[in-house]
């Protein structure tokens, strides 16, 4: 389903669209009602000649009831919003044997390591690249950002994801892909000037391709 949204392309992309359009239709529908009442009761009860005001003191069962509906549906959507936030960015939600990349964000652009053919950060055959994140599809990815001078968010709209990265604290950003092809990383916070060109391509590939994509780059970064 992608209607208003971008197609979705991640593990939890399904939960938040969801959301999104229960909340866009309840709203919705709240917005109809009161703003239709109240020009229905505009033109009800507009000024005549000979009509009077009169006092009423309330009516408690219905104030009870707009009160009580309204109450009950934005807790339903809290604790429904606040499981799915606990999925996607709750302390222990990084899957097991994620793939980790670092990631550092500057004015204006960003930076991603790649593990290499060993998979594992930190050793000889990891190797950068500048605006380029290439991953595979169907496996969970782990982003340890951090941002080298302003805050930074990592967003991929079809992914569903978005992430300020505050200098001096970072951010741990996790997801799984389940399409293939090219998609738009931006930067979501304005951080200068040059805010608007800060923008990078994430490649998604299949777990082949992936491989020898890998192959064919790390020999690039030994050279270094
Ligand atoms: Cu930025």
């Known amino acids: 389903m992608s209607w208003i949204l971008p197609e979705g392309i ?25 703003e239709g009442g109240l020009l229905w009761f505009v033109i009800k009860y507009r000024a005549r000649p000979g009509r009077k005001a009169y006092y009423i003191q309330g009516n408690t069962k219905a104030e009870i009831i707009w009160s009580a509906i309204p109450a009950v549906t ?19 939600s990084v899957p097991e044997g994620s793939l980790a990349y670092d990631v550092r964000a ?20 990891d190797f950068q690249l500048r605006n380029q994140l290439h991953v595979p599809v169907n496996q969970p990815v782990v982003l340890n950002a951090t941002a080298e001078d ?4 990592f967003f991929v709209p079809a ?4 992430q300020d990265i505050v200098p001096g604290l970072g ?15 931006a930067c979501a916070e304005l951080c200068g000037m040059g805010h608007y060109r800060m923008r990078a391509m994430l490649t998604i590939h299949t777990q082949e391709e992936y491989s020898q994509w890998l192959a064919s780059q790390s020999p690039v970064a030994t050279a270094e």
């Open 150 to 153: 302003v805050i930074h968010a």
């Open 159 to 162: 992914l569903r994801v978005k």
């Open 171 to 185: 951010a741990v950003i996790w997801f799984e892909a389940t399409s293939t092809g090219e998609y738009e990383i």
């Open 10 to 34: 991640s593990t939890f992309a399904a939960d938040i669209d969801l959301i999104y359009y229960w909340i866009l239709v309840i709203t919705g529908i709240v917005f109809v009602v009161v």
């Open 106 to 125: 500057e004015q204006f652009e960003w930076h991603f390591t790649h593990a290499g053919v060993d998979g594992t950060l930190g050793t000889a055959d």
């Open 74 to 92: 934005v807790v339903f959507i809290g604790l429904w919003s606040a499981i799915i936030w606990d999925d996607i960015k709750g302390r222990d």
